[in-house]
């Protein structure tokens, strides 16, 4: 959950530097590695992808006594994994002829950011709510 809260801040750091391909790239990995942190935390296994959104469901599975907010939330982690995992590839590549820093606008690193802090918030609560005995990993 650390390298997340850091991949997020170096997202707000490429966008206050007008690095907008920087910034979703960051952006995107922040949300995979909160994600990534909820699963390890749930012992749910996962393949080495940017994409491990499916396990998710099985992590909502396991997880007793979870909120209707925090069970809102891993939906919500789930879709934004789905929806910005594409974005990786451009960010890095670009498309065609076209490069990354000439590919995105100031509000696609904002929108990015936003969802960035979205999973984080989420990888947060889960952690807090285990934590605290709030909810608990059914075993098996």
């Known amino acids: 959950m650390k390298e997340a809260e850091e991949v997020l801040s170096r997202s707000k750091i490429l966008q ?3 690095d907008f391909a ?3 790239e960051a952006a995107q990995h922040s949300i995979e590695l909160s994600v ?5 935390r749930c012992d749910v296994h996962h393949q080495k992808s940017h994409d491990v959104s499916p396990q998710l469901e099985i992590l909502m599975r ?3 006594g979870c909120s209707e907010s925090l069970t809102r ?6 879709w934004i994994m789905q929806m910005w995992e594409p974005a990786n590839s451009f960010a890095v590549y670009g498309t065609h002829d076209t490069k990354p820093q000439d590919l995105f606008y100031e509000h696609d690193g904002e929108v990015a950011i936003y969802y960035a802090e979205d999973a984080y918030w989420t990888c947060y609560q889960l952690h807090l709510d285990l934590a605290e005995g709030r909810m608990k990993v059914k075993s098996g």
């Open 16 to 18: 206050a530097k007008r």
């Open 22 to 24: 920087g910034a979703i």
């Open 36 to 40: 990534k942190s909820m699963l390890a």
């Open 62 to 64: 396991k997880l007793e």
């Open 73 to 78: 939330g891993l939906s919500r982690s789930q």
